[in-house]
């Protein structure tokens, strides 16, 4: 393709994406004002040689450049990715250098916090964002995901609703959203587990945005504790420690130096899962998410009834879209 085709090309789709992100701003930025969210899923492909999927954040956007399925001159992509993101600054009016797009880069069997959640840059671009009265902080510029799972707004409302006077466990804390939403619904005990200190400290920037943990007389309700979460569930069965609630969202794979093994949830679902059930008072439950391609649960597991969450966890601005699998699991008694 010559340079003028190509360049025609990429005005053609930078109008394509002004048009669409126009319409669909209009329509969830008055989603987001009545129910008191300041960040959403803008744009996630919708227009497939667009393969982009964009978030807004309290008056900004970070998105991400899906690796594409043939090859593209570095500084082409450049280019077009300079291109689309004044295309984006246009339709939100929003100023250009608050648009910051990644790329997403796919290597063989790569230990996925090594990649979705690795640091790309130190442009330390940081910014509030709510949910109600709930805030998070997030990072617009130096990773390809900003530290808020938007997929989880519901779950985490529903954690919420459901955690007061209870003992939860987040395994796979990442930023802790899901801990600060126990914590707010006011959970008697919140422990956080993940095995990257740089989350854990970014948790617990979220519970000291959310006035927690502060004012608690003696020993504190909130626990940050990095471990792997497989020896930690076993330890805990031997300790005999038990939860209420238990939030299980482990990554699709994991190699991490960090570990013993490996994680694949496809093979090693089962497992976990026992573990946490084993875990549960006598009326917990146990909430067990995947974003795995196409994962589901068998219909029936044994010892427990489950109820699968997706539809009713999908909000406005995922329709239509990929939602991870989600299921809540309650203990049957014989």
């Known amino acids: 393709m010559t340079e003028i085709n190509q360049e025609a090309k990429a005005a053609s789709q930078a109008e394509m994406l002004y048009n669409r992100l126009s319409k669909r701003y209009r329509h969830l930025a008055k989603w987001a004002s009545r129910t008191g969210t300041d960040a959403f899923r803008l744009y996630d492909r919708d227009i497939p040689e667009i393969p982009l999927v964009l978030d807004f954040y309290n008056n900004a956007v970070s998105g991400a450049l899906y690796e594409r399925p043939y090859e ?31 790329e997403r880069r796919r290597q063989r069997r790569r230990h996925e916090k090594g990649a979705q959640y690795e640091r790309l840059g130190q442009e330390n671009v940081w910014t509030t964002v709510h949910e109600g009265d709930a805030k998070f902080r997030v990072n617009l510029s130096d990773y390809l995901d900003a530290g808020l799972f938007l997929d989880a707004r519901k779950k985490r409302a529903l954690l919420r609703s459901l955690a007061g006077g209870l003992r939860v466990l987040n395994l796979f804390a990442y930023t802790c959203s899901l801990s600060v939403c126990a914590a707010l619904g006011g959970a008697r005990q919140v422990d956080s587990v993940d095995l990257s200190n740089t989350y854990l400290d970014w948790g617990k920037v979220n ?7 502060a004012q608690d007389p003696g020993p504190s309700r909130f626990s940050f504790i990095r471990a792997d979460a497989l020896p930690f569930l076993e330890e805990s069965g031997r300790t005999r420690r038990s939860w209420d609630i238990i939030i299980l969202d482990p990554p699709s794979f994991s190699n991490s130096k960090k570990m013993k093994g490996s994680l694949d949830i496809r093979r090693d679902y089962q497992g976990l899962i026992n573990r946490c059930l084993a875990l549960l008072t006598p009326r917990g439950r146990l909430y067990f998410s995947s974003s795995a391609k196409g994962f ?33 699991f309650n203990l049957t008694h014989n």
Not at 73 to 87: F, G, H, Q, V
Not at 306 to 326: H, N, S, V
């Open 72 to 102: 593209k001159d570095e500084n082409e992509e450049k280019r077009w990715l300079e291109r689309m993101a004044a295309s984006v600054s246009k339709a939100l009016d929003i100023p250009v250098n608050r648009v910051f797009l990644k």
């Open 296 to 328: 589901r649960l068998p219909p029936e597991f044994p010892g427990a009834r489950i109820r699968d969450l997706q539809a009713a966890l999908t909000d406005e601005d995922f329709k239509d879209k990929r939602m991870p699998a989600c299921y809540e």
């Open 207 to 213: 519970f000291a945005l959310n006035g927690l943990g």
